[in-house]
């Protein structure tokens, strides 16, 4: 056999022998440390360039010597749950909108202002806050929130029906807000053109999210780089869903209404959710690549789990979670 085909071909060992051991229950791998750990594979692929052209046995020797204790790391360290796969860096943006001065007009909206009711836009490097109204017949409310680079956080009430305290170190949110039918529709989005990176883990955009307790709500949610902490437990949810691409997203879910659902779809994320205990849950699970842990849930058939007494449970929490390369969590609190 060639030398050179020696490396790619243990690699594929290992991350084989890594998803059979982890699929019949010998090891519990966590592939988010594929993401944290990410700086491994830069030594594995350094210490192959350096003795690239060496072919005495002892080169060979220490090519597999570093392979094997680089995924030793992955398959048994654990970096610890705070730290997040794209590591210390946060994603900025740049515009070429012509809206920049320093006044104090709502239209522009490049100072920090307060915006209710309506479409706001908030400069760059500041901090802003949005309302909506609370209208007494209000009985189903949606919102959507679209865009990347940001953390988004919810987890408290408001007498408003939604209010939004944000932070901008790079880029823009709009706020608006419609009516269909008898449902009032919050659209929240990151305004982003141009991106690149910042490598101070300080500097990074803050969205924390008040909803109003009263109404029905369906959450959508579609992101890129993003780091997602919602705690529902204050609200009635009818769904939620989630469409993330590198980020990291967690929820937690109070008492079902008939049917609250859960649908989540990701590249390469790191997911977690709580159900409450006594809460009546299904998944479906259609993970790809992805690892997943589902404590406390049976399983019935493949890639498909519920909690002990869910048929004969009158309301009930369904879960569908499908990813690439991800790490799919839910446990019961």
Request: one cysteine or more.
């Amino acid at each position: 056999m060639r030398s050179d085909k020696i490396i790619p071909g243990l690699v594929l060992v290992l991350i084989g022998g890594a998803f059979l051991l982890h699929n019949l229950g010998y090891i519990d791998f966590h592939w988010g440390n594929l993401f944290r750990l990410w700086p491994v594979f830069l030594v594995i692929a350094g210490v192959n360039l350096v003795l690239s052209n060496t072919r005495a046995p002892w080169a060979i020797g220490v090519k597999v010597l570093v392979v094997l204790l680089g995924f030793g790391l992955i398959i048994f360290a654990n970096p610890g749950r705070g730290y997040h796969f794209w590591g210390p860096f946060k994603y900025h943006y740049d515009y070429s909108d012509s809206n920049h001065d320093n006044d104090n007009d709502d239209d522009d909206d490049d100072d920090n202002d307060t915006v209710t009711a309506g479409k706001g836009i908030v400069k760059v490097e500041g901090k802003s806050a949005f309302n909506e109204p609370f209208v007494a017949d209000t009985r189903y409310a949606r919102l959507n929130v679209n865009g990347g680079g940001t953390v988004y956080k919810l987890s408290d009430t408001t007498a408003q029906l939604f209010h939004a305290d944000t932070k901008e170190v790079m880029g823009r949110y709009e706020f608006s807000s419609t009516k269909e039918d008898s449902v009032a529709v919050l659209d929240f989005r990151m305004r982003s053109k141009k991106g690149h990176i910042n490598w101070s883990s300080d500097n990074s955009n803050v969205a924390t999210f008040r909803l109003n307790p009263n109404p029905v709500w369906d959450i959508n949610v579609k992101t890129g780089a993003t780091e997602l902490d919602f705690d529902l437990t204050k609200f009635k949810v009818r769904s939620v869903t989630l469409n993330g691409g590198a980020a990291s997203l967690t929820v937690k879910l109070g008492q079902p209404l008939e049917l609250t659902s859960v649908e989540v779809s990701t590249g390469v994320s790191e997911v977690n959710i709580s159900v409450p205990q006594n809460a009546a849950c299904s998944i479906t699970s259609s993970s790809g690549l992805s690892s997943t842990h589902f404590d406390g849930f049976k399983k019935i058939k493949d890639n498909y789990y519920e909690t002990p007494g869910y048929a004969a449970a009158k309301n009930k929490i369904h879960i569908k979670m499908s990813g690439g390369i991800s790490e799919f969590n839910v446990k019961r609190y």
